[in-house]
């Protein structure tokens, strides 16, 4: 389609000193002037549209030495009831109409899909997502599907210990986009939304994140109960964000900010702070077919593309230009932005309404000397979201300039320390060997020459290498996070791999002394559900092998004859016109005779 709206897009203009923690005698302020201006364009957009059925499923999961915890189905439909009053409340605050999470019910009942482990419960971990996934799609004979559904898992994986700690083994996370989700939450059998004001009766835990935490149980709540409604914010798309500084004040936090999902409804039991959604997050939600009940071109993407990111100053300070070409004009615009040495649980978000004549004036504030991260998301009225990530650096007179790469990096010695410290568990000991020919990598091996009767690619020498995001990698992905270091795929650590975010290539010379080729392909665990890749291998040119599009959670097995193959080259590419989250690995690259 031919592009309608080439335009100048995004103006980023700042008005006071950035990242300072908000004055506490600053109140919270309700802008709603951009909101409904984007209500009444959605309803627009929408008007005529057939009702759609987009709901939540919700999985209730639990090991097989168990059976589900204590008043579990009483206790959640309470729970869920609370968080889609929370999500009803928010949109209500700034003005829009809304009904909360349309979960899946039956006369009114919640549906729970319950499903019993292969595994004891102590058998799964915080990173046993995969494994979980993969169990609840075989054992729920397709009515649960990863590739469509928004599902909320909710894992009565907890035990209790003779101290009476309540332990942990559930993962806890949440990714999805318009199309699809998922989420991982923890049941206890003191998660109730009614307990939010019980500040007599005291508990202990230990879980994922804390290794001992000890209060009252009304505290508990707010953290697991705010923790089903941020990491089913990440389910329908909304990235961490710490809100905008003028949202804030000392009684205040933001939901999907940095420990926003442990202050749900503090006020209930006097705590010192509440969760709310940002504008920026609201503006997003109200675009997800989830709330708009409408697939009106929902699985549809346009033809999007920035340019010409420019930085300048004015008199109010720091001010980005960028160009920008669609075939449809987003409703919104959000901006995230971060000094590189905080994590992005502390994105302060900056958000606009845009129409075809707007110059999108976004105030940010003047930032400091340093480092910093800008994260763009332009939102369509189909729920759709383009999202893009620059680095830059502001020099002590207040000029910016873009930097090539993201600056927070791994720290490799460091994290080998650490994990010299932990305890050998096979799956640690798995990671220092891996550290330990990362440090002092061997010479790659030249498969031209190569005698031996097997040669890992991830080992080998290539001609040429490269990928669409960060750098090439032999035997790791990439040093953005600790968490996304190893090559793990399934639930599954390999130790070799080849990094392969697309669109990439690595090109090797065989010289036709090779037999076979084989390799397990999908993305890496923790992915984007958004993200997609489909892996080719070219043999001088020709296709050997194509894979379906793949996701996460998804892997191809492949084994072909590369029989008097010359240049063996390894491609992967995105699959619906772009290449976002499409974080590719080949695992187990391995060339026989």
Same mark, same amino acid.
């Given at each position: ?30 802008? /709603?002037?951009? !909101? ?19 709901? *939540? /499923? ?31 409340? &928010? $949109? ?12 899946? /019910? ?7 899909? *319950? ?9 799964? +971990? ?63 059998? %003191? ?21 001992? /935490? ?20 990440? =389910? ?5 964000? $710490? ?12 939901? =999907? ?43 549809? +993407?346009?033809? $999007? ?18 160009? =920008?070409?669609?075939? &449809? ?25 845009? +129409? ?16 910093? @991260? ?29 930097? &090539? ?26 990671? !220092?060997?891996?550290?330990?020919? !990362? ?42 996070? &600790? ?9 599954? %650590? ?67 004859? @590369?029989?008097?193959? =010359? ?7 995105? +699959? ?8 590719? @690995? ?8």
């Amino acid at each position: 389609m031919k592009l309608k709206f080439p335009i100048i897009l995004l103006i980023l203009s700042a008005l006071s000193v950035g990242f300072q923690e908000p004055s506490t005698r600053l109140k919270q302020v309700i802008n /709603k002037e951009k !909101i409904l201006k984007a209500d009444k364009l959605l309803k627009k957009y929408h008007l005529g549209q057939k009702q759609a059925n987009n709901i *939540v /499923k919700v999985v209730y999961f639990h090991g097989n030495n168990q059976d589900p915890l204590p008043n579990w189905r009483e206790r959640l439909t309470r729970t869920l009831d609370d968080v889609s009053k929370f999500y009803q409340e &928010e $949109f209500n605050k700034y003005g829009i109409k809304n009904e909360g999470i349309p979960f899946e /019910k039956i006369e009114g009942k919640y549906v729970f899909h *319950v499903i019993k482990g292969s595994f004891q419960s102590k058998d799964y +971990t915080k990173d046993s997502g995969s494994k979980i996934q993969n169990e609840i799609y075989n054992k729920t004979n397709k009515q649960i599907d990863f590739s469509k559904d928004h599902v909320l898992i909710i894992n009565g994986l907890c035990d209790k210990k003779t101290d009476g700690t309540y332990l942990f083994h559930s993962p806890y996370y949440g990714t999805g986009s318009s199309i699809r989700g998922v989420c991982f939450v923890a049941d206890c059998e %003191l998660l109730d939304s009614r307990l939010l004001t019980d500040t007599i009766q005291k508990m202990a835990f230990s879980e994922m994140a804390v290794d001992y /935490k000890k209060c009252s149980v009304a505290e508990f709540n707010s953290w697991y109960i705010g923790g089903i409604a941020h990491e089913m914010g990440h =389910m329908f798309g909304l990235p961490h964000d $710490f809100g905008n500084p003028l949202e804030l004040d000392s009684t205040s936090i933001s939901l =999907m900010g940095q420990y926003g999902s442990r202050h749900f409804r503090e006020y209930l039991w006097n705590g010192k702070k509440s969760s709310f959604f940002s504008s920026a997050s609201i503006l997003q939600l109200m675009s997800q077919p989830i709330f708009t009940q409408s697939n009106k071109l929902r699985y549809a +993407t346009s033809k $999007f593309n920035i340019s010409n990111l420019k930085f300048s100053r004015n008199k109010s300070g720091l001010v980005i230009k960028t160009d =920008m070409k669609t075939e &449809e004009l987003p409703y919104g615009i959000v901006a995230l932005v971060r000094p590189t040495f905080l994590s992005e649980y502390f994105n302060r978000s900056f958000s606009k309404f845009i +129409t075809t004549n707007d110059s999108l004036n976004l105030e940010i504030g003047l930032l400091a000397n340093g480092n910093y @991260v800008l994260r763009l998301l332009y939102l369509f009225p189909n729920g759709a979201v383009a999202d893009f990530n620059k680095a830059f650096s502001v020099d002590i007179n207040g000029v910016a300039a873009e930097l &090539e790469s993201n600056s927070r990096v791994v720290n490799i010695p460091y994290f080998y320390e650490k994990l010299l410290k932990m305890e050998k568990t096979p799956i640690i000991q798995q990671k !220092i060997e891996i550290f330990q020919h !990362i440090l002092n990598p061997p010479k790659p091996v030249d498969p031209k020459t190569c005698d031996d009767a097997k040669l890992f690619l991830s080992d080998a020498e290539w001609e040429k290498a490269s990928v669409g995001w960060e750098k090439v990698a032999r035997n790791y992905y990439t040093c953005e996070s &600790e968490q996304t270091f190893f090559l793990e795929n399934q639930g599954k %650590l390999y130790n070799k791999g080849l990094f392969a975010h697309s669109p990439s290539s690595y090109v090797f010379n065989l010289n036709k002394r090779w037999q076979k080729f084989s390799a397990i392909v999908g993305l890496r665990d923790f992915a984007d559900i958004q993200g997609s890749a489909r892996f080719i291998v070219l043999g001088d040119g020709k296709i050997l092998y194509e894979s379906p599009a793949l996701r996460v959670n998804q892997q191809s097995i492949l084994s072909i004859d @590369v029989k008097n193959v =010359m240049i063996l080259e390894l491609k992967t590419t995105g +699959t619906e016109g772009h290449n976002f989250n499409s974080w590719a @690995v080949w695992l187990n690259p391995l060339l026989e005779r």
